[in-house]
Structure formats: structure tokens, C-alpha cells
């Protein structure tokens, strides 16, 4: 590829222009390439060029399945094209210089907040680092966060700064983790699609147990007791499983609730013991709250919260944050939302934009806001609430993209001190 001298005097922005104009942009429909828009999506033709899918269906013989080049006049089986992986990195290059970057910016991030200012604190993580993650858990006491993704170990622990510090599960031991959690001990939970089961390692990364029984094991976490709780969206159940974590032992596996809606996402208040799922429906979702004795407390859905604003939601994650309230994962709008008590009157409050696919939420008792992105394969940390309710300048990270930005406040203190041993 012939280098083209770039002129002394140019500017940043002029670059980044051309680079979006003659490389990010179809040059047959003159559509940008699109990292959310399937149709968008670039493609390599073996000769070279490259097209968005759109096109390539669109150029494609329907019977013969040949394409022709519209540059070069090739012919290729429409099967020979392949997902163009370096214009795909460059533009999440491209999306991660164009996130905030000061405080400054987060304020625009959070301008709707009615009771306290979020702060960016860092994010890291992405692609090489964790593969199509999605699920994260969160040590508080030493700011380590575990995340199960699709690599050839399924499970990677990081410390607070972002650098792996161990990882485990090969493909024979994890088939196709759903969550993680973490007990007290630091024992570690693993929801696995591939066999149907609940499996409990130690921090190191020893399996302990394997709790069957299940038919697709979705959620997991662990109440304010160290009872641990797992939906199971194939059956319609949440079940609670009582553990001996000193021996890796399972007391007992029973069914806490049934004829729930394919659900997914669970937490478990540390203040209260409530506890919150996420089931989906056809076209929509269903968020229900239950007591600790798993007695309906609430529930709301997205019509119900569509009828009192402006915007549709579509829940992926959920979590209490350290004053009860509930904090939820916007798949649709890439946005993190406070609904605040929902046994009164839900109040929609904007924490975090400018995600793409908020797979997982932690929430520390001092409110730190830990969200996994696995649309953008980063994690980001965002300033917690204090008691007076405000949002405070820092976070402990979680884990997915390629880049690291760090935004927080001179009198926050962190601790890195190990608590998975």
C-alpha cells in the first residue's frame, strides 16, 4: 500500500474526516460503515475491496450466489466474503477518542441529573482483552472485578487499574458462561448454558461443586444471608441454593419462585434483602420486586414506564445501589438509569449514555457504579452517590474495551488490597 505524505499544517480533525469519508463509508451507496447496524457492517471481498453487507446481498447473484467486483470486475462466491476486522477496530478506535475525556464532559453525560453529578473514573478493557463478556461481578473489599467471557479462559479476574491478574475455565471446565457472582469468601459462581449448571470455583480457579438441575441457568447472585440465587430462563424459576462455601458443599437447591417470564438478570439488595429480576417478554420486559422472603413487592414494565416518558426502554441489567434504589441497563438507548424506589412511583433518572450494550451493573455500599459494555468490549467505573445522595468522583473499574480513561475526585481514596486469594 503506497503512503501518502501528510501535510505539516494539517489538523487533527481534517484527518480524522478523511479517514471516516474515503475509508469508513461504503463506495457503492456511500453509507457509513455501522458497528451496530447489521446491513452497515463492513465485508472483505477476496480481491480486496470492501463493501457494506447491504451492497453485497444487493450486488449478489439470488441464484448462482456469485458476486462481481464493482471495482475490479472479479467474480466470488458470496460465501468467500469475510467481516473486515480492521475497519471494524478503527472505528471503535474512532468511538473511544470521541468519549468525554474531563469532567467537564461527564457533566454532559449527566446533565439530567436531578440530585448529584456523576463522575467518570476509568474504563478498560477490549477486544484480545475479553471476548463477547457477559457477566461481571465485583469484589468490594479489593476492588477486583471477575468477568466471564467467551475466551479460552472463561473466567478473568482484574484488579482495579485493569490488568488481569489471573484467569480460568477452560472450554472442557466452562462451556458457555451466562453470569458470575461472588460469595463472602471469595468463592466464585458461574451460570454455564453449555451443561445446564451452577459451578463454584475458588479464587485461584479449583472447582468445588456442580450444582445441576437447572435447565438454562441465567443469572446468579448472592443475598445479604450468602444464599445464592439463579434464574433459570428455560424453566421460568428462580432458585436458591444454600451452600457450605468453607467445603464447597450444596446444602440444598429448592425453587423460590416459579411461572416467571424467561427470566435473566437477578440482584439481591445488601440494605433491604429485596430482590429485583428481569424477565423478558415477547416484545417487551418485566421488572418485578420481591421481599427477601420472595413476597411481591412491586413490579413495572415498559409500557407502564413508556406511558410516563418519552423514551422506550429495554432492560438487559439490573442493581440496587447502596440506598435501595434501583438501577437498571438500557440495551436500547445505551443508557444506565436510577428508577429510584419503585414501591413508590418510579422516577427515570439518567446515569451513564453513550454505551452500547450495558451487559452487567455493580453498585459497591459507597455507590460506586461498575457497568460492562459488551457492545464496546470496555469497562467503565463511574462515580458513586454518599449518603447526601450526590454522585461522587470515582469508581472501581469492570471490564471490556480498548481504552482506559480515568476521571476522579482529589478526596476520593481507593483500596487495592487483595481479598481473592
Not at 482484574?158 to 458457555?176: E, K, P, R, V
Not at 424506589?341 to 454505551?355: E, F, R
Not at 452500547?356 to 470496555?378: C, F, K, M, Q, W
Not at 478526596?411 to 481473592?420: A, V
Amino acid at each position: 500500500m503506497s503512503e501518502t505524505p501528510v501535510p505539516p499544517n494539517t489538523r487533527a480533525e481534517d484527518i480524522l474526516t478523511d479517514i471516516r469519508s474515503n475509508l469508513l463509508e461504503c463506495k457503492v451507496c456511500f453509507e457509513s460503515f455501522s458497528l451496530q447496524k447489521r446491513d452497515q457492517t463492513a465485508r472483505n471481498l477476496p480481491c480486496g475491496h470492501v463493501l457494506c453487507l447491504k451492497c453485497v446481498c444487493a450486488l449478489s447473484h439470488p441464484v448462482q450466489q456469485k458476486l462481481e467486483c464493482p471495482f475490479c470486475r472479479k467474480l466470488w462466491d458470496v460465501g468467500s466474503t469475510s467481516e473486515c476486522r480492521a475497519f471494524a477496530d478503527l472505528q471503535e478506535l474512532l468511538l473511544c477518542e470521541s468519549r468525554p475525556k474531563s469532567s467537564t464532559d461527564y457533566h454532559r453525560w449527566t446533565e439530567s441529573l436531578v440530585w448529584g453529578t456523576l463522575r467518570h473514573h476509568s474504563a478498560f478493557g477490549g477486544w484480545g482483552t475479553m471476548v463477547n463478556p457477559t457477566g461481571m461481578a465485583l469484589d468490594e473489599t479489593s476492588g477486583q472485578i471477575v468477568v466471564v467471557h467467551d475466551a479460552e479462559k472463561r473466567v478473568a479476574v482484574f484488579n482495579s487499574q485493569g490488568s488481569l491478574l489471573n484467569s480460568f475455565g477452560c472450554s472442557s471446565d466452562i462451556y458457555y458462561p451466562l453470569d458470575v457472582a461472588l460469595t463472602k469468601t471469595g468463592h466464585v459462581l458461574v451460570t454455564d448454558a453449555g451443561d445446564h449448571s451452577l459451578k463454584v470455583f475458588t479464587s485461584k480457579g479449583r472447582p468445588l461443586a456442580t450444582v445441576q438441575g437447572f435447565q438454562l441457568p441465567w443469572g446468579v447472585d448472592v443475598d445479604n444471608r450468602g444464599r445464592v440465587l439463579v434464574t433459570d430462563a428455560q424453566m421460568g424459576t428462580l432458585n436458591q441454593v444454600v451452600m457450605d462455601s468453607s467445603h464447597g458443599v450444596v446444602l440444598a437447591n429448592r425453587v423460590v419462585l416459579k411461572e416467571l417470564s424467561h427470566p435473566r438478570s437477578v440482584a439481591s439488595c445488601r440494605a433491604s434483602g429485596n430482590v429485583a429480576i428481569v424477565e423478558r417478554l415477547q416484545a417487551s420486559f418485566m421488572l418485578r420486586i420481591f421481599n427477601s422472603d420472595f413476597v411481591p413487592l412491586t413490579q413495572v414494565d415498559g409500557f407502564s414506564l413508556s406511558l410516563k416518558n418519552t423514551l422506550s426502554l429495554d432492560i438487559s441489567a439490573v442493581a440496587f445501589d447502596g440506598n435501595g434504589d434501583v438501577i437498571v441497563g438500557d440495551v436500547q438507548n445505551g443508557m444506565v438509569w436510577s428508577l429510584g424506589n419503585l414501591q413508590k412511583t418510579p422516577v427515570l433518572t439518567a446515569l451513564v449514555s453513550g454505551l452500547i450494550r450495558p451487559a452487567a451493573l455493580a453498585a459497591t455500599a459507597s455507590n460506586v457504579l461498575v457497568v460492562l459494555d459488551s457492545g464496546d468490549h470496555v469497562s467503565a467505573e463511574d462515580g458513586g452517590l454518599d449518603a447526601a445522595g450526590w454522585l461522587r468522583g470515582a469508581a472501581l473499574p469492570a471490564a471490556e474495551d480498548p481504552f482506559i480513561t480515568t476521571h476522579t475526585e482529589p478526596e476520593y481514596n481507593t483500596s487495592s488490597q487483595s481479598h481473592l486469594d
